[in-house]
């Protein structure tokens, strides 16, 4: 009872204290609240200090030979997560999802390509992903006979040709070894073993590569259907007198632009190692790659090696110069870069006029289907192009706009997501543009379509010229009688195709860019206007015309000064 | 005590509660003392283990703290005005209010969006903290551009920093100040 007594005083007082119990609840509550926020900003903070500190963990060993980019991914899994996002939100293989031909958008590209394979399928490109799958099924592969050339920039090859390169000079070449070192000259060796020969039979040498994962043959992109999915091959069983294709082969992937040591960038293939090696011993001044010039005052006692000489940023655009440019890349001859003589879309075509194949005969890429001439075919000049730009000049590189840094919490990561700066241009142009997105983007879509524009009319004076080249023929001129036209024809093609099959529409060097385009114009004119020459009557004289005499504009009796003055 | 035997029902429920309510309140109180407590220990700790006294200082390099000010940092070393003029004395004013105002403001904000990740990239600066910029350009160099300054206060005119981006953070008109 006492007990009770005790406990009933206070209660009375306490009859008034509900209030005093809701506020200290709400204390309990805001204080809870209040550790959770204070702890989830230490937790942030904890995270931001281990990714400042420790960038990336090596949890799977990789060398010279992992062209495999699965183990790499383990290691840094921010780089390889924007690598798989070239493929888009789903990897789309098939014909039916192939992007859309270029030849029903312009129907001038199959009089272009007349007598060429693009004239039979040419589309618009896909990410990186795609390159090795889309090479597999285009028909221009399937349907015509290539060179395994063609697998110097679409697959990550540096340990086939490493491997052929040391069988072809006698040396060992077991797994071991194919893993230990880079070994430049082995590769170009390999390289020009088996340039020359089929595109199947190399693409097979490719799937038996090891690639550093053993056992493991899921590709982190699927392969294409072997023969494509149209043409004679399609769905065929490999021939038994075929070299047996196990493994699994990559597109371009981690090594091929990575140390596997240091993760520094470096060049891998051999058409650059010897194009670029042949541009810095020209006397083309080079303002947007001052290591070159650098290398120039030196004593020259080896050739340019940009992995020893070139700077970090330069080799931010040089791994891309790798395939996006212009060269040679058929059965006749090894695969070539035509830097000689400089950057410039000229001195590539002095080069290629200058070159002969090794039976002797003069330079062409194709016999025109139309015409006959003997004419050229312009690759993908980006690196070319860039080169004569303002960006190219302002240090600014390929990867600077293409694969931006991005901020993955308190760490800096170039996005490996390579793709069009216009998807992006927050990171890519407003890291040095200080303006909105929206007048960026107005900017360059202005650049762009007066390039198309200019490049309509050049496609029009070269449907043109093609026409006044049939009709005098048709009307009988001769061989010799065209082949002025004919020199003529392939340059204007050249300088149109230049700027067409680039993929920059003018963006990378715009003046640049019109200028070749209003040369091509020229060009097709005045093959149009030679060719209708050989088939029209002889020009009458033209020195009896009458000729206006220069007079005063103003009559002397008005003339503000008066004469009597 | 916890089955009152005799009393009738109403009246024992009634004192159930109220001792009842006096048990809550004393639990509620140690819970109190106890979360703020934790509060407390774990708000000094986080505070002290982000640096947070060094947002009170001068000290460029605090400002680097939360690695997103990093590359800015590092171009304001290889800047022009690297040996007179520190973070503070370009991006806040110069009276004592202001000051504090700004950095409070700026400070919260900042801390809120690089922990949501929920900003800007590359980082902008605001137009209020633009004002604040331009008025420290004035506040050294009036002297010399009074004549180029608006008739009337509010007028408009280029900031200093249109052409002279460079002189806090070197690299800034080419762009090169996010480059390493």
């Known amino acids: 009872m006492a007990t009770r007594d005790s406990t009933r005083q206070p209660t009375s007082a306490i009859s008034h204290r509900p209030g005093r119990a809701m506020l200290l609840a709400l204390v309990f509550v805001v204080a809870v609240v209040g550790t959770l926020l204070v702890t989830w900003v230490l937790i942030t903070m904890f995270g931001h200090k281990q990714a400042a500190r420790q960038p990336f963990v090596r949890v799977a060993e990789v060398d010279e030979i992992s062209t495999d980019p699965e183990p790499w991914g383990r290691n840094w899994p921010h780089q390889f997560d924007g690598w798989k996002a070239t493929a888009g939100d789903k990897f789309y293989g098939g014909s039916s999802a192939l992007p859309e031909s270029k030849l029903d958008k312009y129907p001038w590209l199959k009089r272009l390509y007349a007598g060429y394979a693009f004239s039979i399928d040419y589309r618009e490109a896909r990410g990186h992903a795609y390159m090795l799958y889309d090479q597999g099924v285009t028909e221009r592969v399937t349907q015509k006979p290539q060179a395994g050339a063609c697998l110097h920039c679409h697959g990550s090859n540096t340990v086939m040709y490493r491997r052929e390169g040391l069988k072809a000079m006698g040396l060992a070449h077991d797994d071991k070894t194919l893993a230990s070192d880079f070994n430049m000259d082995a590769v170009i060796r390999g390289f020009q073993e088996v340039s020359k020969k089929p595109y199947s039979e190399v693409y097979a040498l490719l799937m038996s590569s090891p690639d550093g994962t053993p056992g493991e043959n899921e590709p982190a992109v699927p392969q294409p259907p072997i023969g494509g999915f149209t043409g004679e091959f399609a769905g065929r069983k490999i021939p038994s007198d075929h070299p047996a294709i196990t493994g699994e082969a990559h597109p371009v992937s981690c090594i091929d632009c990575h140390d596997p040591k240091t993760m520094t960038v470096r060049i891998t293939r051999p058409g650059f190692v010897l194009g670029i090696a042949a541009l810095a011993a020209s006397t083309e001044p080079t303002p947007h790659l001052p290591s070159i010039e650098k290398w120039r005052r030196g004593d020259r006692d080896r050739p340019f090696d940009p992995n020893k000489d070139a700077t970090r940023q330069e080799m931010r655009s040089l791994v891309c110069g790798q395939c996006h440019v212009e060269y040679y890349c058929a059965t006749k001859d090894t695969l070539e870069f035509p830097w000689g003589k400089g950057l410039k879309m000229e001195q590539l075509e002095a080069h290629w006029d200058a070159k002969k194949f090794p039976d002797g005969s003069g330079f062409y890429d194709y016999k025109h289907g139309e015409t006959g001439a003997e004419v050229l075919k312009a690759q993908h000049p980006e690196f070319e192009l860039w080169s004569q730009g303002i960006h190219a000049r302002s240090g600014v590189s390929c990867a600077d706009c293409h694969m931006p840094y991005q901020r993955e919490g308190a760490m800096k990561v170039s996005s490996h997501n390579i793709q069009s700066p216009m998807k992006n241009i927050n990171n890519a142009c407003q890291q040095c543009h200080n303006d909105d997105e929206a007048t960026l983007r107005e900017k360059v879509e202005t650049i762009q379509s007066r390039t198309m524009a200019q490049m309509d009319r050049a496609a029009v004076a070269m449907t043109d010229m093609l026409d006044a080249i049939l009709e005098a023929k048709a009307s009988g001129a001769t061989q010799e009688q065209l082949a002025p036209v004919f020199s003529l024809q392939r340059k204007a093609m050249w300088r149109l195709d230049f700027i067409s099959s680039e993929n920059s529409r003018g963006f990378h060097a715009d003046q640049e860019a019109t200028r070749i385009l209003g040369e091509s114009i020229d060009y097709s004119r005045q093959a149009q206007a030679m060719a209708l020459r050989l088939r029209a009557p002889k020009a009458p004289d033209t020195e009896q015309l009458p000729k206006e005499q220069v007079r005063g504009v103003t009559p002397t009796q008005k003339s503000p000064v008066p004469s009597d003055r | ?180």
């Open chain 2, 1 to 180: 005590m916890t089955e009152p035997p005799t009393a009738p029902a109403t009246t024992a429920d009634s004192a159930q509660k109220k001792v009842l309510s006096a048990r809550a309140v004393t639990v509620l109180s140690v819970l109190c003392a106890g979360t703020l407590g934790v509060l407390g220990g774990l708000g000094a700790f986080t505070f002290g283990y982000g640096d947070g006294a060094a947002y009170l200082t001068n000290n460029p390099a605090s400002c680097a703290n939360c690695h997103v000010m990093q590359e800015h940092y590092d171009a304001w070393v290889k800047s022009s005005h690297h040996g007179v003029a520190t973070c503070n004395d370009c991006h806040l004013p110069h009276d004592f209010a202001g000051k504090w105002i700004t950095k409070g403001d700026n400070g919260f904000f900042h801390s809120l969006a690089f922990t949501t990740g929920n900003f800007h990239e590359p980082i902008q600066i605001k137009e209020r903290n633009r004002r604040v910029t331009q008025s420290a350009c004035l506040h050294c160099h009036a002297d010399y551009v009074d004549h180029m300054l608006p008739a009337e206060p509010g007028g408009q005119m280029q900031l200093c920093v249109h052409c002279h981006g460079s002189v806090g953070h070197a690299g800034r008109e080419s762009g090169y100040a996010d480059r390493d």
